[in-house]
């Protein structure tokens, strides 16, 4: 088949922005009950925030940002002991709770708990890399049974009232497998409002590139996303993607995109939005209708929007008054009029997202989405939510240059990488005994590299010197011209060398959150918090389901805790009190040593 360029400049830039925006993420917890390949946070079995803590965040939020949905993602979110009262207060504040989740805890109790506290939608996070116990070395095709007991759960005990998308992190091994998840979703368009396809990215790439924070050079070994299994792995791009989708449906046409910040054209969350019934795929919408969401929502609501309730994506008839206005309206409605079957039938929206993390390109600039609405609150700051293991790390966002021309300009290149998003803040150059030409700036400690030895008196400021280079480098994934280097900034001398082996790329794996853009405006305000006591609900994930019956395991996963110590726990309505109870499955051992293991992948 021949494959069709997309074309974003056809598109809806979605108007997210670092002020106001649809969606935020949030971490009560970096505490998971997974250790998932894709992700990038560090498991931390002590990870819960007291609630309180948490709060402060949202309050931050509250003050810096205008935002329709709060991710509530993690760590294991459903783990987390105040996850009911949490979910209350974003009520109480106006905004959309929306749990991302790996769904392994996931009961039919807990979803009828939280759609009473007023949960909006699940994003659940389940892909082929995740090891999921009873499912190793499942596929995707294999795990859709796991979907759809998760996507059946929702439906019934929320009483449909809630979203239900998915996420899967997609590696090249796992690309041929996208036409199969997107008619999945088709087939599941009742209950199923979103997928979402996340493209993984790892620190390990063998890229030539040298690392560093803040003038001195860091080991990205150190970041939890970096994966020595994947040293070869290629990036995937959305185009990829899209001929992907396209297989299986060659009509497929995204309608809006969120570009790059180094970038215009590369599309960093590329938005598909589609009607139909399980049977049969009537049409796209095009940009004019994503725009006009949008906008509508933001002129009533105040908001831009992501996520909504199915009752918005169902009965797509009732705004039947829009399609004189609108082309793809127009398009879908007339072919409903030639199947008179389907007039009294729902007719679904359903949205398929791509979304791109960072890309490193060739001269050392990180390509990262403009606008990103997975900003967290970090230190009273909004920052990317899938860098925050290097301010863990280091103390600041890495900087690259490519190794050897001009390898310790990073700080030169640093401002063109900087996100609209504010980082963490760059310390305060401090100068340094050396007898270099210029006096290196001296960052916050945090860097985990080896100590910085004393001064040590040199010839010649020389860089530091890491490993040589390849020969032929691995080409990194360009999707634009890259700029040139600065040529002028003298080469500072890092100091004397925490020589550290920085061979990897710094590609970051960025989750993104499970967005889901859905054309129908939300005329309905947030509920009230409930008046109802606080509730520690805690689910105990769910035992591994027995391997050889996948739908009665995958029924078993999501299922099985109910009754468990976390379903008492939840019904006990005690106050909240952040104690981890969910017994952990029996934790994978690290990739490498001082690394606790990772989490689900956000995504996202
Ligand atoms: S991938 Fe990173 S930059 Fe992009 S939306 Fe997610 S957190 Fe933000």
Redesign the pocket.
């Known amino acids: 088949m021949r494959k069709r360029p997309l074309t974003p400049e056809t598109y809806y830039r979605l108007p997210w922005n670092l002020a106001d925006n649809a969606i935020t993420?949030l971490e009560p917890t970096t505490k998971c009950n997974l250790y998932c390949e894709g992700c990038y946070r560090e498991n931390d079995p002590l990870g819960h925030k007291p609630l309180a803590e948490v709060i402060r965040d949202l309050e931050m939020v509250k003050k810096t940002r205008h935002t329709d949905g709060i991710s509530i993602a993690g760590g294991e979110p459903l783990i987390y002991p105040e996850l009911i009262p949490l979910v209350r207060y974003i009520v109480s504040q106006g905004w959309k709770p929306i749990i991302n989740s790996n769904g392994q805890a996931l009961t039919p109790e807990l979803v009828r708990e939280l759609t009473a506290a007023g949960v909006v939608g699940f994003t659940m996070h389940v892909d082929s890399h995740q090891k999921r116990p009873g499912w190793k070395g499942a596929s995707e095709k294999d795990l859709c049974e796991l979907r759809l007991t998760l996507a059946q759960m929702i439906h019934e005990h929320s009483g449909g009232k809630v979203s239900c998308s998915f996420n899967a992190t997609i590696y090249r091994d796992t690309l041929t497998d996208i036409p199969m998840l997107t008619r999945w979703a088709h087939e599941h368009i009742d209950i199923v409002q979103t997928m979402v396809y996340i493209l993984f990215r790892s620190a390990r790439k063998k890229n030539n590139f040298d690392v560093f924070v803040n003038g001195k050079p860091v080991d990205v070994g150190d970041l939890v996303y970096q994966l020595d299994n994947q040293e070869n792995h290629q990036d995937l791009v959305s185009q990829e993607i899209a001929d992907a989708i396209r297989l299986a449906y060659p009509e497929h046409e995204p309608c809006a995109f969120l570009n790059g910040t180094e970038d215009s054209r590369s599309m960093?969350?590329l938005l598909t939005l589609r009607a139909g019934t399980k049977d049969e795929i009537l049409g796209y919408f095009d940009a004019k209708f994503a725009e006009w969401a949008q906008i509508f929502h933001h002129l009533f609501f105040g908001t831009y929007l992501a996520y909504t309730r199915p009752c918005w994506t169902t009965w797509l008839q009732k705004i039947v008054f829009l399609a004189p206005f609108n082309k793809s309206l127009r398009t879908i409605f007339g072919r409903l009029l030639l199947r008179p079957k389907l007039w009294n039938k729902p007719v679904h929206i359903q949205s398929i997202m791509v979304?791109q993390?960072?890309d490193l390109f060739d001269d050392g600039r990180q390509n990262?989405?403009d606008g990103?609405?997975?900003?967290i609150a970090y230190k009273g700051k909004l920052v990317?939510?899938?860098?925050v293991d290097e301010l863990e790390k280091f103390g600041a966002f890495i900087q690259c240059s490519p190794r050897g021309c001009c390898g310790q300009s990073a700080q030169a290149v640093a401002p063109a990488s900087q996100?609209a998003?504010a980082p963490e803040p760059v310390k305060t150059p401090a100068p340094t005994p050396e007898p270099t030409p210029e006096p290196s700036p001296v960052p916050e400690p945090a860097v985990q590299t080896a100590p910085t030895p004393e001064p040590t008196p040199v010839a010649a400021p020389e860089p530091v010197q890491t490993e040589p280079a390849p020969a032929t480098p691995e080409p990194a994934p360009v999707l634009s011209a890259p700029e040139p280097a600065p040529e002028s900034v003298p080469a500072p001398k890092p100091e004397t060398a925490p020589v550290v082996k920085a061979e990897a790329k710094p590609m970051?794996r960025?989750?993104?959150?499970p967005a889901v853009v859905v054309p129908t405006p939300e005329p309905t305000p947030q509920p009230a918090p409930p008046a109802s006591p606080v509730v520690d609900a805690t689910p105990e994930p769910a035992p591994a389901p027995a391997a050889p019956a996948k739908a009665a395991a995958a029924a078993k996963t999501v299922t099985e805790a109910k009754g468990t110590k976390a379903a008492k726990t939840a019904k006990s309505a005690k106050p909240a009190v952040a104690k981890p109870v969910e017994k952990q499955p029996k934790a994978e051992p690290a990739k490498k040593a001082g690394k606790p293991g990772k989490k689900k992948p956000?995504a996202?």
């Open positions: 993420w960093k969350w979304i993390p960072c990262m989405c990103c609405p997975d900003a990317w939510s899938c860098r996100p998003a970051i960025a989750d993104a959150p956000k996202h």
